[in-house]
T-cell receptor
Framework: QQQVKQSPQSLIVQKGGISIINCAYE??????FPWYQQFPGKGPALLIA?????SEKKEGRFTISFNKSAKQFSLHIMDSQPGDSATYFC????????????FGQGTRLTINP | DAGVTQSPTHLIKTRGQHVTLRCSPI?????VSWYQQVLGQGPQFIFQ???????GRGNFPDRFSARQFPNYSSELNVNALLLGDSALYLC??????????????FGDGTRLSIL
């Protein structure tokens, strides 16, 4: 119940295209869903996050879509650029107790020029 | 403002040794969490400390311990190192404990290699 499942494992998108990464969770107590971007040799950087009271959140080229009934959420990167090539992680946590992020397995995104 | 800083950046140890990793949170942040990231996987939660008290512990053996100091910096200690402890150890800080989840900001980690 603590798992977050992420797909696909790897993704190749042409420059200017839309990159879509999906995550699914089981624990209905999760109430915070962030996405992180990680470049080689660096720590994860917080991109965007959503709480389950909204179905969509947009920040620049990045959008999170959230489907509470399906227990799924996804990251859309519009107008994907070569600089977006990185590993992306979805995560989830509960408001009560420890601030423990449960991460997905990661998606290695490559944007071809 | 400086982000989360971790030291050292790289470390090589042998099996059975002990290691101490250090973390300084973002100024004003009172919560520090530690994660282990094995190559090719997502980070796994080890500990969270807030106001110098342990607030949560992940599924790691007692060889792993941590503490937080009055200035909110933190140390992660690992005893009796095993080959499987080779990983990137990440520290994350957030402003406070709750009630809502707070954004966690990560440092660049300490790369620990066990020979």
């Amino acid at each position: 119940q603590q798992q977050v499942k992420q797909s696909p494992q790897s993704l190749i998108v042409q420059k200017g295209g839309i990159s879509i990464i999906n995550c699914a969770y089981e624990n209905t107590a999760f109430d915070y869903f962030p996405w992180y971007q990680q470049f080689p040799g660096k720590g994860p950087a917080l991109l965007i996050a959503i709480r389950p009271d909204v179905s969509e959140k947009k920040e620049g080229r990045f959008t999170i879509s959230f489907n509470k009934s399906a227990k799924q959420f996804s990251l859309h990167i519009m107008d994907s650029q070569p600089g977006d090539s990185a590993t992306y992680f979805c995560a989830a946590s509960k408001g009560q107790g420890a601030q423990k992020l449960v991460f997905g397995q990661g998606t290695r995104l490559t944007i071809n020029p | 403002d400086a982000g989360v800083t971790q030291s050292p950046t790289h470390l090589i140890k042998t099996r059975g040794q002990h290691v101490t990793l250090r973390c300084s949170p973002i100024s004003g942040h009172k919560s520090v969490s530690w994660y282990q990231q094995v190559l090719g996987q997502g980070p796994q939660f080890i500990f969270q400390y807030y106001e110098k008290e342990e607030r949560g512990r992940g599924n790691f053996p007692d060889r792993f311990s941590a503490r937080q100091f009055p200035n909110y910096s933190s140390e992660l200690n690992v005893n009796a190192l095993l080959l499987g402890d080779s990983a990137l150890y990440l520290c994350a800080s957030s402003p406070r404990q709750g009630p809502l989840n707070q954004p966690q900001h990560f440092g660049d980690g300490t790369r620990l290699s066990i020979l």
